[in-house]
C-alpha cells in the first residue's frame, strides 16, 4: 500500500510553467553554488579533523608502546640494589677484586687478589680466611656476653658459663699451684708425679690407659667410644678403633722428608721435661717418645685403606673380643682386654654383658699388630709414652711456662707468630664445653629468626636441585635412582638452633651435672670431663637421638652425619659473607653452595654406603657402582695433579680429598639450579645488580660470592700439614678445581674452550 500511495501523489504534482521553471533553475543554481561552497569547508573540516584523529591514535599508540616499554624495562632491565646491605656487599666484593687478572686464566686471583693482598695471615693464627675471620667475629661477640654482668633471670648454665670464663682468665691461680695438680692427678692414675725412670709397680698398659680414658676422656693406644651402630642406627655401641699417637702419622713415618718437623717435636718434648724434671734425662726421653709413635705409626692402618669399600667393620661380643678376633696373633692373650674394657666404664651406669653386648671393631689389623707391639716392647717405654699422653695434654692448664713452650712449637712447626691472647683461649675453652648455654645468649642478641626461615628455603631449594639432577643422569639405573631421591628426601634439615634451646629449663637439664669450681680450672676441667664421659657412656643403654644437632648455634662451620641423615647449618655460619648479602645470587653462590656441599656429602664416596635410614649397608646396583667410580677417579685424578706455589714439591692428595672435591663440585651444581628454582619464583631477584659493579650479571655474582668465602692466606706450615694430611684441598684448588668442571661457569664469564678455567675435559659427578 505505501508504494501505491506514493505513486498517486507523484501522478497529482502539477507541471510547472516555463518562467517558473526558469525560476526554479536560476535559484537552483544559486542554491548549488552556495551548498557547494559548505561543502569545502565542510570537507576541509572533516579532513582537519581526521588528520587530528589520526595524530591523536598515533599519539595514543605511540603512548601505548611507550608505557609497555617502561613496564617491560621495569620487569627486564638491569636494576641496582641500593640497599644499606647491598652497599655493603658491593664493597667488599669490589674490595676482594684483582681485576689485573682475566677470570678464565685464574678466576680465584681474579676474584680474591684484592682480599689476599689486603689480608695477611694475622700473627696469632697460622690460616686467615673469610671461616676464620667470621670465627672472629663470633668470639668477640662471645666474649661481651661472657663479660656482661650476671642478670637476674640468666639460665643457671649460663651462670656456669661465666664461672668457667672467670676462672680460665685467671692465669695467676694456675699459676700459684705450679705443677701439683697434674701431679696429684698421675697419682690417682697409677702414674709417678714425674716422668718414669723405672718401671712402676704393678704398671700393666690396660690398666692405665684404662683408667686414662675414663677420667680424661682421653684415647691413648686405643679409642674406646659409644656411637650408632652404623649398621642398625636405631641402636648404640662400644665402637672400638685405632687412635693418633700425638703427633702426625705422615710426619712420624717420613723422618727424611719432615725431618725439621720432628727435630722440633722432639726440642719441645725436652724443654717440657726439663721443666717438670730437671734430673731426668730430657734427650733420652724424648727420643724414646718419638720412636714409640712412630712404632704406633707404622700399625695404624692408613687413611686410604680406610675409605675404601673393602675396609671392613668387624661386629664381634665382648666375649669374642676378649678372647680375640679371627686369627689374630698369638699375643693376643697376653692382654687383659677383659679388665681394660670394665675400667674404661668403670663408675658408670653401665656394665658390659660379655655374650649380650656387641662390639664394633673398626681396625681390628691395628689391634692385633698393637698386641704384638705391646707384647714385643719394654714395658717402661709404654708406660713413658702413657705419662707424656696425659701430662702433654694437661700441663697447659697449669704454669704459664709450658703455654710458653707450646707456642713456641706452633711458631716453629706452623708458623704462628704471637700467642692468642687468653681471653679469645678461655672463649673457646667455654664454648666446647658450655655450646649450647653460650648459644642462648648468642642467639637472642645476635640472631634474626626470619634468618632461619629463609635459610630453610634456601635449603629446600637446594634438596629440589639435588633431585632434577639425579633424575636426570645417565649413567644410574632406575632402581639406584629411586633410592636416591628416597634417601635425598629423608634428608633432615637443622637450620639455626634447636628450638628447645630457649627454654631455660631444658638448658639447665641438658648441663645439671655440668660442674664448675670458680678459681679452680684444672679441677673444673675434671668435673667436667667427668661428666661428658660418663654421659656418653650411659647412651649405650638408651635409643639414640636422632633429632639431635651435632654442632652449636655458636659454631662457624656446616655439617653432614652419615648416620643422622641429617644437614646442620648453625647460627654463626648464616651471616655475611656466607649468608644475607642483599642479593640472592651471591647468597646462593656462598651459603647455597655450602648448603650444596653438605647434602651432596650424602652421595660422596663415603656417605653413598649408608642408607636414608644412616645404615651401612649396600643399596646401590653394580652397573651404577662401576659407572660411579669411573666418575669419582676422574675427579681424583684430576685434583692429584694440583700444587701450590708455596710448596711446589707437594701435591694435592686426590684420594684422601675426593669426599671433600666431590661435595665441592656437585654443591655448586645444585647451588645454582636452586638459584633459578628461586628466580622463577622472584623474576625480579634475576635483574637485579650490585651498585659500582652493574657489569656482573646474576650468574657472574653467583660464582664471584662462590669463590669469595674461599679466599684466604695461610702460612707455609699449615699447608703444608693440610696438603700433607687434609681431608680439604687448600682454599684455591677448592674454586679452580670446582669451577673448571662448570660449564655453566664458562659460559657466565665466557671463556673460551680450552682456557684455564674451561678446559675442554671436565669432570661430573652429580
Known amino acids: 500500500m505505501q508504494n501505491n500511495e506514493r505513486e498517486s501523489k507523484k501522478n497529482d504534482k502539477p507541471i510547472l510553467s516555463r518562467t517558473e521553471k526558469t525560476v526554479k533553475d536560476a535559484d537552483s543554481e544559486s542554491h548549488r553554488r552556495s551548498d557547494s561552497g559548505l561543502e569545502e569547508k565542510l570537507e576541509r573540516t572533516v579532513r582537519c579533523s581526521s588528520v587530528l584523529i589520526i595524530a591523536l591514535g598515533l599519539c595514543l599508540i605511540a603512548l601505548g608502546v611507550y608505557t609497555a616499554v617502561l613496564v617491560i624495562t621495569e620487569y627486564t632491565s638491569p636494576k641496582p640494589c641500593l640497599s644499606e646491605v647491598c652497599v655493603g656487599t658491593a664493597s667488599r666484593v669490589l674490595s676482594a677484586l684483582n681485576r689485573d687478572v682475566e677470570p678464565c686464566t685464574d678466576f680465584y686471583e681474579f676474584a680474591c687478589g684484592g682480599w689476599i693482598k689486603k689480608n695477611p695471615v694475622p700473627e696469632w693464627a697460622t690460616s686467615w680466611d673469610q671461616l676464620a675471620k667470621l670465627r672472629e667475629q663470633l668470639t668477640s661477640d662471645l666474649r661481651e656476653v661472657l663479660e656482661a654482668g650476671d642478670g637476674e633471670d640468666l639460665p643457671k648454665s649460663v651462670l656456669k658459663a661465666k664461672a668457667l670464663y672467670r676462672t680460665c682468665i685467671d692465669t695467676d691461680k694456675m699459676e700459684v699451684e705450679g705443677i701439683k695438680p697434674i701431679q696429684a692427678l698421675l697419682t690417682s692414675l697409677s702414674l709417678p708425679p714425674r716422668p718414669p725412670s723405672t718401671l712402676s709397680a ?131 692373650s697376653e692382654h687383659d682386654w677383659d679388665k681394660y674394657l670394665k675400667l674404661v666404664f668403670s663408675n658408670t651406669s653401665v656394665e658390659l654383658h660379655p655374650h649380650e653386648d656387641r662390639l664394633i671393631v673398626m681396625d681390628l689389623p691395628y689391634l692385633q699388630k698393637l698386641a ?22 694437661v700441663s697447659p692448664m697449669t704454669l704459664t711456662s709450658f703455654r710458653e713452650l707450646g707456642f713456641e712449637f706452633s711458631r716453629a712447626v706452623y708458623g704462628l707468630r704471637a700467642r692468642a691472647p687468653r681471653w679469645k683461649t678461655c672463649t673457646a675453652n667455654v664454648n666446647a664445653n658450655f655450646g649450647l648455654a653460650l648459644s642462648y645468649l648468642y642467639v637472642n642478641q645476635h640472631f634474626d629468626n626470619a634468618s632461619r626461615i629463609k635459610a630453610i628455603e634456601m635449603v629446600e631449594d637446594v634438596r629440589e636441585a639435588f633431585g632434577q639432577t639425579v633424575r636426570h643422569l645417565e649413567w644410574m639405573d632406575g632402581s639406584t635412582r629411586d633410592r636416591t631421591l628416597r634417601k635425598l628426601r629423608a634428608i633432615r634439615n637443622f637450620v639455626g638452633f634447636p628450638a628447645w ?102 652421595f660422596d664416596d663415603q656417605g653413598r654406603r649408608y642408607d636414608e635410614e644412616g645404615n651401612l649397608r649396600q643399596w646401590w646396583s653394580a652397573a651404577t657402582l662401576e659407572h660411579y667410580h669411573g666418575k669419582v677417579q676422574c675427579i681424583i685424578e684430576q685434583y692429584s695433579k694440583y700444587h701450590m706455589q708455596q710448596l711446589p714439591n707437594y701435591t694435592v692428595h ?42 656482573y650479571t646474576p650468574r657472574q655474582l ?26 680439604h684441598s687448600p682454599n684455591k ?24 678455567m674451561n678446559p675442554q675435559h671436565k669432570c661430573v659427578l652429580w
Not at 740 to 756: D, M, T, V, Y
Request: proline residues 4%.
Open 372 to 393: 704384638t707391639l705391646l707384647s714385643t716392647t719394654e714395658p717402661l717405654l709404654i708406660e713413658r709414652f702413657i705419662w707424656w699422653s696425659v701430662f702433654s695434654t
Open 202 to 332: 704393678n704398671f700393666t698398659w690396660e690398666d692405665v690407659s684404662a683408667k686414662v680414658r675414663r677420667r680424661l676422656g682421653l684415647n691413648v693406644l686405643i679409642s674406646v667410644q659409644v656411637a650408632e651402630d652404623v649398621r642398625n642406627t636405631s641402636r648404640n655401641r662400644v665402637v672400638i678403633e685405632q687412635v693418633t699417637p700425638g703427633f702426625s702419622e705422615r710426619y712420624l713415618l717420613q723422618p727424611e722428608q719432615f725431618g725439621q718437623e720432628l727435630e722440633q717435636y722432639r726440642k719441645y718434648i725436652k724443654e717440657m721435661i726439663t721443666i717438670v724434671d730437671p734430673d731426668t734425662d730430657a734427650e733420652k726421653f724424648a727420643n724414646e717418645i718419638i720412636e714409640t709413635s712412630q712404632s704406633l705409626a707404622k700399625i695404624m692402618t692408613p687413611m686410604e685403606v680406610r675409605r675404601s669399600g673393602t675396609h671392613l667393620f668387624h661386629d664381634v661380643s665382648v666375649s669374642q673380643f676378649v678372647q680375640g678376633t679371627g686369627a689374630g696373633p698369638a699375643q693376643w
Open 501 to 602: 634451646l630457649l627454654e631455660k629449663a631444658k638448658l639447665d637439664r641438658h648441663y645439671e651435672k655440668a660442674e664448675v669450681i670458680e678459681g679452680n680450672l684444672f679441677e673444673t676441667f675434671l668435673k667436667l670431663t667427668n661428666a661428658a664421659v660418663e654421659k656418653s657412656f650411659k647412651s649405650l643403654r638408651e635409643k639414640p637421638d636422632r633429632n639431635r644437632w651435632v654442632a652449636t648455634a655458636t659454631t662457624v662451620n656446616a655439617f653432614y652425619s652419615a648416620t643422622l641423615n641429617s644437614v646442620t647449618f648453625p647460627a654463626g655460619i648464616l651471616q655475611p659473607p656466607f649468608y644475607g648479602n642483599g642479593i640472592e645470587a651471591i647468597n646462593y653462590g656462598s651459603i647455597g653452595a655450602i648448603m650444596g656441599h653438605e647434602v651432596t656429602h650424602g
Open 654 to 695: 686426590g684420594f684422601n680429598t675426593q669426599g671433600e672435591n666431590i661435595a665441592d663440585n656437585g654443591g655448586i651444581r645444585a647451588a645454582l639450579d636452586a638459584y633459578s628454582l628461586y628466580a622463577k619464583r622472584h623474576p625480579a631477584a634475576d635483574r637485579m645488580r650490585l651498585p659500582a659493579l652493574p657489569q
Open 733 to 756: 684448588i677448592r674454586v679452580i678445581g670446582t669451577l673448571s668442571n662448570s660449564k655453566e661457569f664458562a659460559e657466565a664469564w665466557q671463556c673460551p674452550s680450552g682456557s684455564p
Open 702 to 727: 653467583f660464582f664471584l660470592g662462590f669463590a669469595q668465602v674461599w679466599c684466604g692466606n695461610s702460612t707455609v706450615g699449615a699447608l703444608k700439614s693440610k696438603m700433607v694430611e687434609g681431608v
